[in-house]
């Protein structure tokens, strides 16, 4: 109650400040929504909007929208009352190897007969849609093709196999069985441009395509028993709205689109799942009790650096050459990284035993994946067969060769490897195995798939391969974010990953240059004297058209060709171009577009801040191991880092790694319950509420509401009754534009 902020916004009350208004903007206005809220309880009507306004108080049933409180998809469910209309394609980002667009298909309408039924085809050939509003998103949607308008409806299934199926007819069609035109829902919930349409039947169903066996594509429905809007729908084809027009006004021309929390979650289910968690790492730390997770995992990050670094700087030769060169460079890596870390002494960095517990890991898993691969050989050399001839044995033999693979790639000179050395059948198994090889490449083929099996080595790979210069000569790269727990571990962190830097760099056979930037934020850090620390990737952030504004004008330097002033120096005023300025200044997140880096953050980047473009990793593997502590504020805060405006031609969506008891929490759910019934508090100034009676105020409180929850003791609002009048509420997805917004007004 004593913070400045709430004495801020509840000083400007309209009893004594009539003439002010206070918007609040906010993406988790919990705590502002309970029993007591400050915020009236009055509802309109959207029909009347622009005429006179009939508003009610709180004795209005449910109906129509609330005056005080908005959520920002309010904005695109008008245009589509209103009438509009539109072209239907599937998100791409539901699909892998959507590069090409070959996973992306429009929606049109088959033509031939009186009952048309949906089908998918190329862009030339997609159907316009047009919707007539019937309030609250329902909708009644007509097809626009060359026979004039058809009404699309929903075709009752006539066995319980059947699926129901969404056709079209002409206004003219007579049909004892089927003469009225279906309503549906336009479910706006996974972001801007993006919809879900589901049918308003007897039998509820949603609109989605199925890739069916043999390739065949179809558009169908899928049968969902949904709840509410903010529910994490499964195995739900999201579409994108094209060429969306309101009354004959082109809607979104950028080529963009937003992809909220709902649609994240929506991928759950999905093998290219943006949520993830890595049950290797959870094994380890399960197996090694004795070492904290924190330097677990600084140990994880710092042996596949090493592991990435050797194998892409090796896969220039055939196979042979190439898992000679990859093994002997790892093993000199490991040697001179662990001398590093044995002059720190534990101290600065982690200790040599954490690091050796991960090689130590790594190489049981090897070991037992190459004896089962071992077992399956003897078996089928008994039956008398070659097991890599075998048309039947084909995924056998794959299994193997990924078993080898994995071998050459992570053992080096160690005991596990002597030991496999020594056996006889693996000696015959790989005797054999490379005379059925016809390629020299063969190890090629199959060392990324191994990589790929851990999240950590995909995260260096990537780090390690995307940062390079443009064809216009300006840099290019990824940012991965890790959080830790504390001051004391980060700093550990870093300084391992400082070591693992220098040991890559002073190897000169790699041929390895700084690839990428180790940063931190633990609070009070500053980013530009960080970044300044790696010379060349900051003198190449300087190139490009220079971004200083004077502050009398604002007016923007003219100058496009950044010439530094001292080559030789390391100051921060060395690095200005002849033009007197710095061309690009760092002192936030967002102005690290496109610097390839480790972001290592302790209780930072959350609320308010903004993630630039380049950011496409969001390690979360340390938190939360608790998941019954978490609140559903923290969740959306932490989480809707995630939440972005894409390219559709140029895709990048971050994904999330995390813990195994909040991955477990939210999978657990995603069938049966919405975001908001995850089981945990909302905010921890809320408290849930016993038992009430149903009364007039919970029929109108709706789903932005919480009206099982009241004010905490703690909080500003505790045993509030008072209403302000002035006080406007927006509620709007991370990331999305709040910001902008506010300033825009």
Same mark, same amino acid.
């Not at 049950?279 to 004795?290: A, S």
């Given at each position: 109650e004593t913070k400045a902020h709430n004495r801020l916004i509840n000083y400007w009350n309209h009893d004594t400040h009539k003439n002010v208004i206070v918007l609040q903007v906010s993406a988790t206005p919990y705590n502002l929504l309970t029993v007591n809220s400050r915020l009236p309880v009055m509802h309109y009507s959207p029909r009347l909007l622009g005429a006179e306004a009939d508003l009610t108080s709180e004795s209005l049933v449910c109906g129509s929208q609330e005056l005080h409180l908005a959520h920002w998809s309010e904005v695109d469910m008008a245009r589509l009352q209103t009438g509009a209309t539109f072209k239907l394609k599937t998100c791409p980002l539901n699909n892998k190897n959507n590069d090409d667009g070959r996973n992306v298909f429009w929606i049109q309408l088959a033509t031939g007969s009186a009952k048309s =039924?949906?089908?998918?085809?190329?862009? #030339? #050939?997609?159907?316009?849609?047009?919707?007539?509003?019937?309030?609250?998103?329902?909708?009644?949607?007509?097809?626009?093709?060359?026979?004039?308008? @058809?009404?699309? =409806?929903?075709?009752k299934p006539k066995t319980r196999r059947d699926r129901p199926r969404i056709l079209a007819y002409p206004p003219d069609f007579s049909d004892d069985l089927q003469n009225v035109q279906s309503t549906f829902e336009m479910v706006l919930d996974f972001g801007v441009g993006l919809v879900a349409i589901r049918s308003c039947t007897d039998v509820s169903s949603y609109l989605t395509v199925n890739i069916e066996r043999g390739g065949a594509v179809v558009v169908d429905t899928a049968q969902i028993a949904i709840k509410d809007l903010t529910k994490l729908m499964p195995k739900i084809h999201v579409f994108q709205l094209e060429q969306l027009c309101v009354k004959g006004f082109r809607q979104y021309d950028k080529p963009k689109t937003y992809l909220s929390l709902n649609y994240y979650f929506n991928t759950m289910n999905q093998d290219n799942s943006q949520i993830r968690e890595d049950c290797y790492f959870q094994d380890m730390c399960e197996t090694n009790k004795e070492i904290i997770s924190d330097e677990l995992l600084a140990a994880d990050y710092a042996y596949n650096m090493l592991l990435v670094t050797s194998a892409v700087a090796s896969m220039n030769s055939a196979s042979d050459s190439a898992i000679k060169n990859h093994r002997k460079h790892l093993e000199k890596l490991t040697d001179v990284f662990l001398e590093a870390l044995e002059s720190e002494e534990g101290n600065n960095a982690i200790k040599k035993a954490d690091f050796l517990s991960v090689t130590q890991a790594m190489s049981d898993k090897i070991v037992k994946d190459m004896k089962r691969s071992l077992d399956w050989f003897s078996k089928s050399r008994r039956a008398h067969l070659n097991p890599f001839k075998e048309e039947q044995e084909r995924d056998l033999k794959t299994d193997f060769a990924s078993s080898l693979a994995a071998v050459y790639l992570h053992l080096t000179v160690s005991n596990e490897s002597l030991a496999l050395a020594s056996d006889s059948r693996y000696k015959k198994a790989v005797k054999v195995f490379r005379k059925s090889q016809t390629s020299q490449n063969w190890f090629e083929q199959y060392w990324r798939d191994i990589i790929n099996e851990s999240e950590t080595a995909q995260i260096m790979l990537d780090l390690v391969e995307s940062s390079c210069i443009t064809d216009s000569g300006h840099l290019q790269g990824r940012m991965k974010i890790l959080r830790v727990h504390g001051e004391k571990h980060g700093k550990k962190f870093c300084r391992t990953m400082e070591i693992v830097l220098t040991t890559v760099q002073e190897s000169p056979k790699l041929g390895v240059t700084s690839r990428f930037a180790i940063l931190r934020d633990f609070g009070g850090e500053k980013l530009e004297p960080q970044v300044r620390k790696y010379k060349e990737l900051y003198t190449q952030l300087q190139k490009g058209r220079c971004e200083y504004r004077a502050s009398e004008n604002l007016e923007q330097c003219t100058c496009t060709n950044y010439r530094r002033?001292?080559?030789?120096?390391?100051?921060?005023?060395?690095? @200005?171009? @002849? +033009?007197?300025?710095?061309?690009?200044?760092?002192?936030? =997140? #967002?102005?690290?577009?496109?610097?390839? +880096?480790?972001?290592?953050?302790?209780?930072?980047?959350r609320m308010g801040d903004t993630f630039p473009y380049s950011f496409n990793c969001l390690d979360l593997r340390l938190m939360h191991s608790n998941a019954s502590s978490v609140r559903l504020s923290t969740l959306v805060q932490e989480l809707g880092r995630l939440c972005r405006y894409v390219d559709n031609r140029n895709v990048v969506v971050p994904y999330v790694l995390l813990g195994k008891s909040l991955f477990e929490k939210l999978r657990d759910h995603e069938q049966e319950c919405s975001l908001f019934s995850l089981g945990v508090v909302p905010d921890h100034y809320m408290v849930k509420r016993r038992a009430v009676r149903p009364d007039a105020r919970l029929k109108i409180t709706g789903s932005l509401r919480w009206s099982t929850y009241r004010a905490s003791d703690n909080s500003y609002d505790s045993e509030n009754t008072k209403r302000h009048k002035n006080r406007l509420l927006l509620q709007a997805e991370p990331q999305i534009g709040k910001t902008g917004a506010y300033l825009y007004l």
């Amino acid at each position: 109650e004593t913070k400045a902020h709430n004495r801020l916004i509840n000083y400007w009350n309209h009893d004594t400040h009539k003439n002010v208004i206070v918007l609040q903007v906010s993406a988790t206005p919990y705590n502002l929504l309970t029993v007591n809220s400050r915020l009236p309880v009055m509802h309109y009507s959207p029909r009347l909007l622009g005429a006179e306004a009939d508003l009610t108080s709180e004795s209005l049933v449910c109906g129509s929208q609330e005056l005080h409180l908005a959520h920002w998809s309010e904005v695109d469910m008008a245009r589509l009352q209103t009438g509009a209309t539109f072209k239907l394609k599937t998100c791409p980002l539901n699909n892998k190897n959507n590069d090409d667009g070959r996973n992306v298909f429009w929606i049109q309408l088959a033509t031939g007969s009186a009952k048309s =039924y949906l089908k998918t085809c190329q862009e #030339e #050939e997609a159907t316009l849609f047009s919707t007539r509003g019937l309030g609250r998103g329902f909708t009644k949607i007509n097809a626009e093709d060359s026979e004039g308008s @058809k009404r699309l =409806y929903v075709e009752k299934p006539k066995t319980r196999r059947d699926r129901p199926r969404i056709l079209a007819y002409p206004p003219d069609f007579s049909d004892d069985l089927q003469n009225v035109q279906s309503t549906f829902e336009m479910v706006l919930d996974f972001g801007v441009g993006l919809v879900a349409i589901r049918s308003c039947t007897d039998v509820s169903s949603y609109l989605t395509v199925n890739i069916e066996r043999g390739g065949a594509v179809v558009v169908d429905t899928a049968q969902i028993a949904i709840k509410d809007l903010t529910k994490l729908m499964p195995k739900i084809h999201v579409f994108q709205l094209e060429q969306l027009c309101v009354k004959g006004f082109r809607q979104y021309d950028k080529p963009k689109t937003y992809l909220s929390l709902n649609y994240y979650f929506n991928t759950m289910n999905q093998d290219n799942s943006q949520i993830r968690e890595d049950c290797y790492f959870q094994d380890m730390c399960e197996t090694n009790k004795e070492i904290i997770s924190d330097e677990l995992l600084a140990a994880d990050y710092a042996y596949n650096m090493l592991l990435v670094t050797s194998a892409v700087a090796s896969m220039n030769s055939a196979s042979d050459s190439a898992i000679k060169n990859h093994r002997k460079h790892l093993e000199k890596l490991t040697d001179v990284f662990l001398e590093a870390l044995e002059s720190e002494e534990g101290n600065n960095a982690i200790k040599k035993a954490d690091f050796l517990s991960v090689t130590q890991a790594m190489s049981d898993k090897i070991v037992k994946d190459m004896k089962r691969s071992l077992d399956w050989f003897s078996k089928s050399r008994r039956a008398h067969l070659n097991p890599f001839k075998e048309e039947q044995e084909r995924d056998l033999k794959t299994d193997f060769a990924s078993s080898l693979a994995a071998v050459y790639l992570h053992l080096t000179v160690s005991n596990e490897s002597l030991a496999l050395a020594s056996d006889s059948r693996y000696k015959k198994a790989v005797k054999v195995f490379r005379k059925s090889q016809t390629s020299q490449n063969w190890f090629e083929q199959y060392w990324r798939d191994i990589i790929n099996e851990s999240e950590t080595a995909q995260i260096m790979l990537d780090l390690v391969e995307s940062s390079c210069i443009t064809d216009s000569g300006h840099l290019q790269g990824r940012m991965k974010i890790l959080r830790v727990h504390g001051e004391k571990h980060g700093k550990k962190f870093c300084r391992t990953m400082e070591i693992v830097l220098t040991t890559v760099q002073e190897s000169p056979k790699l041929g390895v240059t700084s690839r990428f930037a180790i940063l931190r934020d633990f609070g009070g850090e500053k980013l530009e004297p960080q970044v300044r620390k790696y010379k060349e990737l900051y003198t190449q952030l300087q190139k490009g058209r220079c971004e200083y504004r004077a502050s009398e004008n604002l007016e923007q330097c003219t100058c496009t060709n950044y010439r530094r002033q001292n080559p030789s120096g390391r100051s921060q005023q060395s690095f @200005k171009c @002849k +033009c007197g300025h710095l061309h690009h200044v760092v002192d936030q =997140y #967002e102005t690290l577009a496109n610097l390839p +880096c480790i972001l290592i953050l302790v209780d930072k980047g959350r609320m308010g801040d903004t993630f630039p473009y380049s950011f496409n990793c969001l390690d979360l593997r340390l938190m939360h191991s608790n998941a019954s502590s978490v609140r559903l504020s923290t969740l959306v805060q932490e989480l809707g880092r995630l939440c972005r405006y894409v390219d559709n031609r140029n895709v990048v969506v971050p994904y999330v790694l995390l813990g195994k008891s909040l991955f477990e929490k939210l999978r657990d759910h995603e069938q049966e319950c919405s975001l908001f019934s995850l089981g945990v508090v909302p905010d921890h100034y809320m408290v849930k509420r016993r038992a009430v009676r149903p009364d007039a105020r919970l029929k109108i409180t709706g789903s932005l509401r919480w009206s099982t929850y009241r004010a905490s003791d703690n909080s500003y609002d505790s045993e509030n009754t008072k209403r302000h009048k002035n006080r406007l509420l927006l509620q709007a997805e991370p990331q999305i534009g709040k910001t902008g917004a506010y300033l825009y007004l």
